[in-house]
T-cell receptor, first 118, second 114 residues
Framework: SAVISQKPSRDICQRGTSLTIQCQVD?????MFWYRQQPGQSLTLIAT?????????ESGFVIDKFPISRPNLTFSTLTVSNMSPEDSSIYLC???????????????FGPGTRLTVL | GENVEQHPSTLSVQEGDSAVIKCTYS??????FPWYKQELGKRPQLIID?????GEKKDQRIAVTLNKTAKHFSLHITETQPEDSAVYFC?????????????FGSGTQLTVLP
């Protein structure tokens, strides 16, 4: 399976500032996603990061608040802009890739970035 | 869009007993149903999945069953051990040609009591 790393692993930020989270994959992948997981909750898709074009956002998420870049097939960034305490959450990068020994694509998650906004 | 419901939200079992978690979905065209295990402070890990062309899949102590007619699928864990304690999420993915993203259930906190 793809090895996914995220930076930073955690951060504490002040209200009104922005934080950019990086996601790096050790192999080229077609599909990359960004999820949010609020404390004790399930995973909510923010957007699909499209290589070479604008990300596709889910209902309730907008580009001005969560700008996303995808410059190539192994890297993406998510920025959380003008943060408020309600943005405190874990942000997870996810990719769709083929596990060894299988014919099908599966979805794997990065380790996550734990964000606290004061 | 797809709607996924997961039950129960919490489940406690004695070590050695079985645990069953069930999910229902709304889009009859969905064709891929993975289960993820998330330990505290860790990333979700894929533990088993099933595709719509089979009714059951087993991997050692875990199994997943799919009832396409009723639009539900279940995770079965036998001979539970304390290390099985975690939050389990079901997910559903629509067929090719539509959006590729997974829709997740609300999660089940499984506690295995020693």
């Amino acid at each position: 399976s793809a090895v996914i790393s995220q930076k930073p692993s955690r951060d504490i930020c002040q209200r009104g500032t922005s934080l950019t989270i990086q996601c790096q994959v050790d192999s080229q992948v077609t599909m990359m996603f960004w999820y949010r997981q609020q404390p004790g909750q399930s995973l909510t898709l923010i957007a699909t990061a499209n290589q070479g074009s604008e990300a596709t956002y889910e209902s309730g998420f907008v580009i001005d608040k969560f700008p996303i870049s995808r410059p190539n097939l192994t890297f993406s960034t998510l920025t959380v802009s003008n943060m408020s305490p309600e943005d405190s959450s874990i942000y997870l990068c996810s990719v769709e890739g083929r596990a060894s020994g299988t014919l099908y694509n599966e979805q794997f998650f990065g380790p996550g970035t734990r964000l606290t906004v004061l | 869009g797809e709607n996924v419901e997961q039950h129960p939200s919490t489940l406690s079992v004695q070590e050695g007993d079985s645990a069953v978690i069930k999910c229902t979905y709304s889009d009859s065209a969905s064709n891929y149903f993975p289960w993820y295990k998330q330990e505290l402070g860790k990333r979700p890990q894929l533990i088993i999945d099933i595709r719509s062309n089979v009714g059951e899949k087993k991997d050692q102590r875990i199994a997943v069953t799919l009832n396409k007619t009723a639009k539900h699928f279940s995770l079965h864990i036998t001979e539970t051990q304390p290390e099985d304690s975690a939050v389990y999420f079901c997910a559903v993915r629509p067929p090719p040609g539509s959006a590729r993203q997974l829709t997740f259930g609300s999660g089940t906190q499984l506690t295995v009591l020693p």
